[in-house]
């Protein structure tokens, strides 16, 4: 289907996508803070709570945020009269026009306990997409905040929190993910535009990260400045790992010539470094920086080619494999095996 999401949305979409992906399987609390902030950055969720479904009644509240802050863990029973009976009974989404606001009202109040004029809340489903698991649910003291594509976001939200929090989550589970919003997924880069949106949600989250160390600094320790700076170092090197890979993905694959015949025994890899040797007279460390492989590994693949061809020197396999690159400058110069 098409995407309705503008570019803002998907922007937070993605970076929430990302860092749940980075979060260790253990950390329930730093995945659903991943959620409530891509929520925040779409809509004004200022109480945002995960509920997850326990035996009949009982709710479990592993993440809670109002009034600025987290709030302790905690469990809930429910009834019929309120929201988290709605959405599991439904398996769909709940609105507060729906009907007012009367279940939303219907369950314990939060935070401060100013009565919220909008909410939204939606459905986490299992592995098998069909059982409720759980929920997420917005809620704001200001009227009609949330509108359809907050409401088609935190869906996603929900089920890529679900998908985080099953550590067994099949492949297939995942795809189910991306089917709708293809454009979510940062493993599908068709083109340079997708790789620079990609690459500049990466650096954003490097550039905010700065942004709230710079207003809190006159606050912190010399011992939490460090980590903080610790932390963004650790971004960057991160952002310039995910940058390498994007490059890899949309980099064109050297072409090659019809008439070539490579050797039985040659591994696909083996062809490829040989290929390269052959017909554009590359040296080990061009080689690596071109497949993104140490210059050590090169060196045991020529040598696992030579041996299995018998020949000696790398410089015969222009012969060998009938390349031209005997006949360009600077030929045969590279680096021994």
């Known amino acids: 289907m098409e995407s309705v999401l503008p570019e803002t949305v998907r922007g937070a979409l993605r970076l929430a996508d990302r860092q749940l992906r980075l979060l260790p399987p253990d950390d329930?609390?730093?995945m659903c803070a991943v959620v409530r902030r891509a929520a925040t950055a779409i809509g004004p969720a200022e109480t945002f709570y995960v509920g997850?479904?326990?035996?009949?009644?009982?709710l479990v509240l592993?993440?809670?945020?109002s009034d600025g802050e987290q709030l302790s863990?905690?469990?809930s029973r429910f009834g019929t009269a309120g929201v988290s009976h709605w959405i599991r009974a439904h398996a769909k989404p709940y609105r507060y026009t729906y009907d007012d606001g009367r279940r939303c009202h219907a369950g314990a109040p939060m935070g401060d306990g100013i009565p919220s004029r909008d909410a939204v809340a939606v459905p986490m489903f299992g592995p098998d997409a069909v059982t409720v698991i759980g929920m997420l649910n917005t809620q704001s003291p200001r009227p009609n905040v949330f509108d359809d594509t907050f409401v088609?976001?935190?869906?996603?939200?929900a089920q890529a929190l679900a998908l985080s929090l099953d550590e067994?989550?099949?492949s297939s589970a995942r795809e189910r993910l991306y089917r709708d919003f293809p454009e979510l997924d940062r493993r599908r880069l068709d083109s340079p535009i997708d790789m620079l949106h990609t690459a500049t949600d990466c650096l954003e989250e490097v550039a905010g990260s700065v942004d709230t160390l710079q207003s809190r600094v006159a606050l912190l320790e010399v011992d939490e400045l460090r980590l903080?700076?610790?932390?963004?170092?650790?971004?960057?090197?991160?952002?310039?790992?995910e940058l390498a890979m994007m490059a890899l993905k949309t980099s064109a694959p050297a072409?090659?010539?019809?008439?070539r015949e490579y050797p039985e025994t040659l591994t696909t890899r083996e062809r490829e470094i040989a290929d390269l040797i052959a017909h554009e007279a590359m040296t080990n460390a061009m080689i690596g920086r071109r497949l993104y492989i140490s210059e050590k590994t090169v060196k045991a693949h020529v040598s696992s080619i030579l041996r299995k061809l018998g020949i000696r020197q790398r410089s015969e396999l222009v012969w060998f494999l009938g390349g031209k690159a005997a006949d360009r400058p600077g030929a045969g110069s590279g680096s021994r095996n």
């Not at 997850?52 to 009982?58: A, E, F, P, S, V």
């Not at 903080?228 to 790992?241: H, S, T, W």
């Open 28 to 30: 329930v609390s730093g």
């Open 52 to 58: 997850l479904y326990q035996g009949d009644n009982t």
């Open 62 to 65: 592993p993440y809670i945020f």
């Open 73 to 75: 863990a905690d469990t």
């Open 152 to 157: 088609v976001a935190l869906e996603w939200l």
């Open 168 to 170: 067994g989550a099949r």
């Open 228 to 241: 903080e700076l610790g932390r963004i170092k650790d971004q960057c090197r991160l952002v310039g790992a």
């Open 255 to 259: 072409p090659t010539p019809p008439d």
